[in-house]
């Protein structure tokens, strides 16, 4: 599988930024979906993830109750819409996808996009 992930940015603190996760090759509702994020220094970290159906989703304690993690697979899409963004949360935003029907470890997944830039100014 590929996986194109977009929508990264500068948003000032407060605002909302959607990302976006297309991937191509096999069928996309094959694999549990996820969002890492890597800032500088600091090791990459799962922030949420969705599986097959969509009918299961997994937050780090950082972001729940601010990030939203769905799909659309009939349109091969992955989303992660943040929203209430903290200086904090600047990062490197990566997509991956998992074989597994669920995933809610870094180890879980299996494939990874190249990431895209989101950057909160305070």
């Known amino acids: 599988v590929q996986l194109q992930a977009s929508g990264g940015g500068l948003v000032q603190a407060g605002g909302s930024l959607r990302l976006f996760c297309v991937a191509s090759?096999?069928?996309?509702?094959?694999?549990?979906m996820g969002w890492l994020r890597q800032a500088p220094g600091k090791a990459r970290e799962l922030v949420g993830s969705i599986s097959r159906s969509g009918g299961s989703t997994y937050y780090a304690d950082s972001v729940k109750g601010r990030f939203t993690v769905s799909r659309d697979n009939a349109k091969n899409t992955e989303y992660l819409q943040m929203n209430s963004l903290k200086h904090e949360d600047t990062a490197v935003y990566f997509c991956?996808?998992?074989?597994?029907?669920?995933?809610?470890?870094?180890?879980?997944?299996?494939?990874w996009g190249q990431g895209t830039l989101v950057t909160v100014s305070s």
């Open positions: 090759g096999r069928t996309f509702s094959t694999y549990a």
């Open positions: 991956a996808a998992s074989d597994f029907t669920t995933a809610t470890h870094r180890s879980d997944f299996h494939y």
